[in-house]
């Protein structure tokens, strides 16, 4: 789908304020509150905005450590049902990626420590179909889900 500048503030206006009503939304644009809930439709419709929720930062409540673990699988038990297991099993996950290279997957994970993070990575590489885990804690985040940027730059190299 092809973004457009009106997409794109729109789309800024929602990542700042998650619960902004549509008629606030088209009064800060200038446009119609018809407009923005068409914009609205077509950008849930084409898979652009998945949901409209609250970002959460889990330091605030309690998981301010951050590990990347790399997981190997079983090739005889497949990723879509190690993916399954693991999120049913950790909900310390709170990304997870089918990869390429020298793992099969890649999962971002929180804990509130250093003990409890070897517990969750413990918990990780039990679960059937985990054949070996590496992991790496994250010392600093520099960024975390950011897509504004991306947006603007979807609607520049718009012809």
Do not use: N, W
Not at 4 to 21: F, G, K, N, S, V
Not at 130 to 155: C, N, W
């Amino acid at each position: 789908m092809q973004l457009d500048r009106l997409d794109a503030a729109l789309i800024r206006l929602l990542t700042d304020e998650p619960q902004l009503p549509v008629l606030e939304c088209a009064r800060r644009l200038g446009v119609a509150r018809g407009t923005v809930t068409s914009r609205l439709a077509r950008l849930h419709e084409s898979g652009v905005i998945e949901g409209i929720v609250p970002r959460l930062e889990p330091r605030a409540f309690g998981y301010g450590l951050t590990a990347f673990c790399l997981v190997e699988i079983d090739q005889k038990v497949g990723h879509d049902d190690v993916a399954t297991a693991l999120a049913e099993a950790i909900p310390e996950i709170v990304d997870m990626y089918t990869v390429t290279g020298a793992s099969d997957m890649q999962l971002r994970v929180v804990a509130p420590d250093a003990g409890l993070m070897q517990d969750v990575l413990d918990r990780i590489a039990v679960v059937p179909g985990v054949a070996r885990t590496a992991s790496s804690i994250a010392m600093r985040t520099h960024l975390s889900g950011r897509m504004l940027p991306l947006v603007e730059h979807a609607v520049r190299q718009a012809p």
